[in-house]
């Protein structure tokens, strides 16, 4: 369906959250996701501070001991005390403040002269310490999209939080590899006025962290928050998009959502609904199903509630496949942990009779205009859930949309998650001190800022002599500025160019996990190379394992392989050696020759090298003389 | 002119709501206590500070100040509940968080530590008091008198147990200065300490409190006594020995050891779990509670090392120090054998010869001395260096301060025998080193 989005009053701004690899935030270890079994295993209860609470009775104190236990798993060799809550943080990571500073002054936007790390507070267990650490950095800036000014709000500093692995009733499982990670969240005002612009936006910012060099890649790497209005609907915050190709779709079916909604509030107005119309009773039915062919309700405890009037539109469709009735379902999954409810605009189905619905029918007293709710469960569960569907309907009876934070779907749905927090509860982090930022360095960064990649495109051209083909793929690439500090070493750039691109793309299809490849591994390897460590033709071989185990230092990666490479190139003088004194009888059988010089080269290099290496060495030079 | 003075001429302090311009844009927020005295520092209306540096705002206006928030915590202690004590000396466990102005700030009020932790308010019924309010890294000798008689005097009163929240950086002095100053201790006293302060969500302080409440409503052990983490997992608390723990980590929440000890008891509350591992634990007995808490004050505690020199030890003889514990290298050893460290000997044997009590332990910290095994230490035993045999440096400091302080003349008869487990004649197996 298409919509006149100016017509609508489309508003929408980004928060756009950018993983770095810089290291973490606030220790020395690296930031590396793993899915190797963890050998760090332990356990915290989480709870309000003090400050937070304003009263304490008996259902405080109910809550209080429902609380999750939180399991944190962690990794001897790179996660340490501090992600677990153990050390006090260490100073702020420079290249990810260098880096931050980086991205802020690109966009224009004004640098505090003294920054505070602050501690917000989150008892959800992602984070050990109950806060999250996170720094306003700068403030008023703005990004050109299509010529449209958009407006920057605010740029921050901050860490990552852990990763859920398991999710139970009584506790959670997260992993502490991701907790620490530089995250830049960079926030947009809400300038966006079309879907489309909006994926455009997302897609700028993604270019602009991707120019530092130092935005992390892989999945979840970045990740984008939506906010959605329009006009007398209500702004809506879509979490966790991870896919920037849905973006656009995105906002269009939360426009669709609202837009159904107002239609939804519309009819309830018409039938002359009023709010204490839903205050109704909520009945057990459980008798109904003793015998139930439905294995939600058969022999559980089951109630329900009669919703006046509301027949048909229960079911009615908000969101692709998502009814109304889907809309409650998942506010009571996140208010309840329940799995869902049965509507009557659904049934019979699931097992439920015609005969079981005519019985609810009657026990709840409904007309033919009443719709019903069933929830089966814990007695206590039901009826909390049954209060939140209640509360709902009439909130869409008020509002027809409700301001919320919702989840966003791999569908490009979403579905109720919570409602939008308060202001968040912030003070600060008494372990660090203020960071003074100073004039002079800033404007450093300022004459070295990353190149835009129209800069970059007329650079790779002109100066370098790239091919465009190359050139084009480059300017893009997360190993840019590290190619152009090269280049200005003196390397060759159509050389380093392809090591980057094409080389990387082929390690990537023989397994590496090339995502894992920093500039700084880049630069020990090419400091390798230079110090005969390693040659040349064996750097991508090194890239290949390194990649797959990027806590190894590469001194011990090299000798781990085994073909330290001034063996490798010692071996290839004794091998050449041995080919030139067999020439007249590689003349003779060609590629044959191979087995019969095969038992003199490993005669010489036995134990220096291994015999695959050889084999390989030997073919080459063979190839060679018969070229010759 | 620095932040105070800039503000006082605005007639700003923190709370005040101001708009400020600075490098040409304009900032609003509410002033908070800045940090350094060349910038102001506003929270913003997004909840984070930031800091302007007084040199760039060109202008700053003030629209009034921000209402206090102030909650009043409503809660209702249930009666019948065994009564626990709870006193404050101060430290890491008594901060609390304001976030209207962003600060970690210190409180010692019942409400607040039931705050902490509502599930005490099913175990025990809590008085609260507050005694000090100083960083344990800041105790001296005369707040020892003052919690030593506290405690005394708690114990004429019909309460289940004591609680001391204390700063864990002297908490084991602490421990140990109570266990010698409060004889016969009626009830069960726990010190309780903090590593990660309770301004946090993820504090130990709760956990820590929670099992010493737990404990305490449920033991028949009486003594002096510390709680805390056994591992950096919540769950699993120890109760340790007043006189053999020490400190041996800065920040990790299991920091507090037995050294040369085991646990008396493992406590979780979350599984309704005490376990005794000392079966002769201290339990409450006829005798007379009785209050000894004079504390030498000149007494030192010195570390040797490679290098010594006499003039060190001369200075305790010429400032006439009543007592000098060495925490010597290994078995007991002192820099004191080969010609260029005969001086460091004779200058012990002169501090020895003037009147002052030299004790030997060691900085190995786990262990025993020995004062035969090596010439170099029966050289030294010689001259009358007493060997204090596994205890501890920190409470061999705090035992002979109170030798001396209560019966000067037999001080050195005291010293030597075991008043308060601070000495074991055994090593058994299960002394681990960790």
């Known amino acids: 369906m298409e919509y006149d989005y100016f017509k609508l009053g489309l508003k929408v701004g980004l928060e756009v959250h950018q993983q770095l690899d810089t290291g973490k935030l606030f220790c020395s270890c690296p930031c590396i996701l793993r899915e190797d079994a963890p050998n760090i295993i332990f356990e915290r209860n989480l709870r309000p501070t003090a400050s937070e609470l304003n009263s304490i009775d008996e259902a405080a104190l109910n809550e209080f001991k429902k609380r999750k236990k939180f399991i944190y798993q962690g990794y001897a060799d790179s996660t340490c005390l501090v992600e677990a809550d153990c050390e006090p943080p260490h100073e702020i990571n420079k290249l990810a403040l260098k880096t931050v500073f980086e991205v802020a002054l690109m966009v224009n936007a004004k640098i505090f002269s003294e920054l505070i790390p602050m501690r917000k507070i989150v008892i959800d267990g992602s984070n050990t310490s109950g806060f999250q650490r996170t720094t306003l950095i700068a403030q008023n800036g703005e990004i050109i999209v299509n010529g449209k000014k958009i407006r920057v709000e605010a740029i921050v500093l901050e860490e990552d939080a852990s990763r859920i692995i398991e999710k139970h009733p009584e506790k959670i499982i997260y992993r502490l590899d991701r907790l620490g990670i530089p995250l830049i969240e960079f926030t947009t005002a809400p300038d966006i006025n079309s879907p489309e612009e909006a994926k455009l936006v997302a897609k700028e910012i993604g270019s602009i962290m991707r120019r530092t060099g130092k935005a992390k890649r892989g999945l979840g790497s970045i990740r984008q928050d939506l906010n959605v209005s329009i006009e007398n609907g209500a702004r809506v915050e879509l979490k966790g998009v991870q896919d920037l190709e849905l973006i656009d779709e995105m906002v269009k079916r939360e426009i669709q959502r609202q837009i159904a909604l107002l239609e939804l509030r519309k009819e309830m107005i018409e039938k002359k609904l009023i709010k204490t119309d839903f205050d109704s009773e909520i009945i057990e039915l459980s008798s109904l199903f003793n015998e139930s062919e439905c294995k939600f309700l058969k022999e559980k405890t089951v109630f329900g509630i009669k919703l006046k009037k509301l027949k048909g539109l229960i079911g009615k469709e908000v969101q692709p496949k998502r009814r109304f009735g889907t809309e409650l379902a998942s506010v009571v999954k996140a208010k309840t942990g329940l799995k869902g409810l049965l509507h009557s605009d659904e049934l019979p189905a699931y097992g439920v009779t015609e005969k079981e619905v005519k019985e609810v029918n009657s026990l709840l007293e409904c007309t033919h205009e009443d719709a019903f709710i069933m929830v089966s469960g814990e007695k206590e569960t039901i009826l909390t859930a049954l209060n939140a569907v209640i509360e709902r309907v009439k909130l869409t009876l008020d509002k027809g949309v409700v301001s919320e934070t919702r989840n966003a779907l791999e569908d490009a749905n979403s579905e109720y998650l919570r409602s939008i927090s308060s202001s968040a509860r912030m003070y600060p982090e008494t372990d660090l001190l203020p960071i003074n930022v100073e004039e002079k360095q800033l404007n450093e960064l300022k004459k070295n800022l990353p190149l835009t990649e129209k800069q970059r495109m007329e650079l790779y051209l002109s100066e370098f002599k790239l091919s465009e083909k190359l050139a084009n793929q480059m300017k893009l690439s997360n190993h840019a500025r590290f190619f152009e500090k090269k280049v200005s070493e003196g390397f060759n750039a159509t050389m380093i160019a392809s090591l980057l691109l094409d080389g990387l793309i082929g390690l990537k299809r023989k397994g590496a996990e090339t995502d894992n490849i920093s500039d700084k591994m880049l630069e020990e390897l090419f400091e390798a190379e230079k110090n005969n460590l390693i040659s040349k033709d064996v750097m991508l071989d090194f890239l290949l394992e390194w990649s797959k185990n990027p806590l190894l230092p590469l001194n011990e990666l090299i000798s781990k392989q085994g073909l330290n490479s001034m063996d490798s190139i010692e071996a290839e003088k004794i091998i050449k050696k041995i080919v030139e004194e067999k020439k007249d009888l590689i003349k003779q059988n060609g590629m044959r020759s191979v087995s019969a010089l095969m038992g003199e080269a490993m005669k010489q290099l036995k134990g220096k090298i291994d015999g695959k290496k050889i084999n390989e060495l030997l073919k080459k030079e063979i190839n060679e003389v018969m070229k010759q | ?434």
């Open chain 2, 1 to 434: 002119m620095d932040a105070d003075s800039f503000l006082k001429k605005h007639k700003l302090s923190s709370g005040s709501k101001v708009e400020l311009i600075s490098k040409g844009e304009t900032f609003s927020g509410v002033l908070i206590p800045s940090l350094s005295p060349e910038t102001v520092q506003l929270k913003l209306s997004s909840g984070y500070n930031a800091g302007f540096k007084l040199s760039e705002i060109t202008s700053i206006k003030g629209f009034g100040e921000i209402k206090k928030e102030k909650t009043e915590l409503k809660i209702i202690q249930k009666k019948g509940l065994p009564k626990i004590l709870v006193l404050h000396t101060g430290g890491t466990i008594a901060s609390k968080v304001d976030y209207s102005l962003g600060g970690v700030t210190a409180s010692f009020a019942p409400e607040d530590l039931i705050a902490l932790v509502p599930e005490i308010t099913e175990l025990a019924e809590i008085e609260a008091k507050q005694i000090s309010n100083i960083m344990s890294e800041d105790m001296t000798f005369n707040y020892y008198k003052k919690i030593s008689k506290e405690l005394f005097e708690a114990m004429q009163k019909k309460y289940k147990g004591i609680i001391v929240a204390h700063g864990t950086d002297t908490l084991a002095y602490s421990s140990a200065a109570m266990s010698f100053a409060v004889e016969n201790a009626g009830m069960p006293v726990l010190f309780v300490g903090s590593q990660r302060s309770p301004d946090r969500p993820s504090t130990d302080a709760a956990e820590n409190l929670l099992n010493a409440v737990y404990f305490i409503s449920k033991t028949d052990f009486a003594g002096i006594a510390i709680c805390m983490h056994e591992t950096i997992s919540d769950g699993n608390a120890v109760i340790l020995s007043g006189t053999k723990t020490r400190k041996m980590h800065t920040s990790r929440r299991d920091a507090f050891k037995p050294i040369n000890d085991i646990p008396i008891a493992r406590v979780n509350y979350h599984k309704n779990l005490i376990e005794y591992l000392k079966n002769n634990y201290s339990k409450k007995s006829n005798k007379k509670t009785e209050l000894k808490n004079k504390f030498e004050e000149k007494i030192a505690l010195m570390k040797l090392r490679p290098n010594l020199l006499p003039e060190e030890i001369d200075f305790y003889r010429k400032q006439k120090y009543k007592g000098l514990i060495l925490e010597g290298t290994g078995m007991g050893h002192a820099p004191s054998n080969v010609k260029e460290n005969l001086s460091n000997y004779e200058a012990l044997k002169k501090l020895i010869n003037s009147g002052t009590i030299v004790v030997m332990t060691s900085q190995c910290i786990y262990g025993r001395v020995y004062s035969e095994v090596y010439t170099n230490l029966r050289r030294l035993a010689e001259i009358g260096v007493i060997f204090a045999e596994d205890m501890l440096p920190e409470t061999a400091f705090i035992k002979l301060s109170w030798c001396l302080g209560n019966n000067p003349k037999k001080a050195k008869e005291i010293f030597l025998q075991n008043i308060a487990g601070e000495f074991n004649e055994r090593t058994p197996y299960e002394f681990k080193v960790e």
